[in-house]
């Protein structure tokens, strides 16, 4: 059975840094284009950041290009998001989601499998 798991979630101040982790099982992960989405109380989930499949090429969504990255370890089946210089604005819940398809996309539709979810807080 296909299985996405998200951890690192947490508490941290302005300024700090997380590393979420996305264990994959029941698929091979090589085989999926893989995002990190996220969804703050009372707004839409949003994309974060993709990859491809051989982790080759990347997309950041604006706010976050240059404090988060995105990486993938297929032989662990692993997909990780490190995050720096967290602000209170990126306080939400993180998802990380599989993409049958090559080419990435904005519509979570076009994810098939999707984590529970990890919190992110960002406050002081």
């Known amino acids: 059975q296909e299985r996405l798991q998200e951890s690192g ?3 941290v101040q302005p300024g700090g840094s997380l590393r979420l982790s996305c264990a994959v099982s029941g698929l091979s992960l090589s085989t999926y284009t893989m995002g990190w989405w996220r969804q703050a109380p009372g707004k839409e989930r949003e994309v974060v950041a993709h990859i491809s499949r051989d982790g080759g090429t990347t997309y950041y969504t604006t706010p976050v290009k240059g404090r988060f990255t ?25 998802y990380c989601a599989a993409r049958t398809q090559s080419s990435p996309t904005f519509n979570p539709a076009g994810y098939k499998y999707w984590g529970q979810g990890t919190q992110v807080t960002v406050s002081s």
């Open 70 to 94: 995105i990486s993938r370890d297929n032989a662990k089946n692993t997909l990780y998001l490190r995050m720096d210089n967290l602000q209170p604005e990126d306080t939400a819940v993180y």
């Open 9 to 11: 979630g947490g508490l």
